[in-house]
């Protein structure tokens, strides 16, 4: 065999080689661990909005969700952005509107801001039952019960 015979086989070889190392890393599946930060968020919202239905929680930007949850047919929409400035496992909360601001405020670990820490200060929660009492007029705006 002529040296460029040989030289020609050896191209075609490491061509079709890496044809198939690349063909092979396009269709194997990509390992993933758990998503740790979903995980946090719906165990805030089931602590947080019990009986709401979550429509979405899709992930946004740099480790945040785009969230809405549905209740008796009024939607609270937010985003939810964990850390940024606050302690690891504490998140922002930024409404989409001023209903969302409104019952997010209801729920917040702060006074001045839409935050949930990771150990919440109080229990405070907004079930879906007491939001369709409240819309149903059966309830204050503050929570007492309104015969």
């Known amino acids: ?50 009986g709401w239905h979550l429509v979405r929680a899709s992930e946004s930007w740099e480790s945040a969700f785009t969230v809405v949850a549905e209740c008796g047919g009024r939607l609270v929409g937010f985003q939810y952005v964990p850390e940024h400035g606050l302690p690891a496992g504490d998140a922002w909360l930024q409404p989409d509107d001023d209903f969302s601001r409104s019952r997010l405020a209801e729920v917040t670990d702060s006074h001045r801001y839409l935050v949930w820490r990771q150990r919440p200060r109080t229990d405070d929660s907004l079930s879906c039952r007491e939001e369709i009492a409240r819309d149903d007029g059966l309830l204050a705006t503050d929570g007492r019960r309104v015969d």
């Not at 063909?23 to 909005?49: D, K, W």
Request: no cysteine; glycine share 8%; aromatic share 0%.
């Open 1 to 50: 065999m002529s040296p460029t015979l040989r030289t020609l086989g050896r191209r075609v070889v490491v061509t079709l080689a890496l044809a198939g190392v690349a063909l092979l890393a396009l269709l194997a599946p990509i390992p993933t661990s758990g998503n740790s930060g979903r995980a946090v968020l719906m165990s805030q919202l089931e602590q947080r909005l019990p």
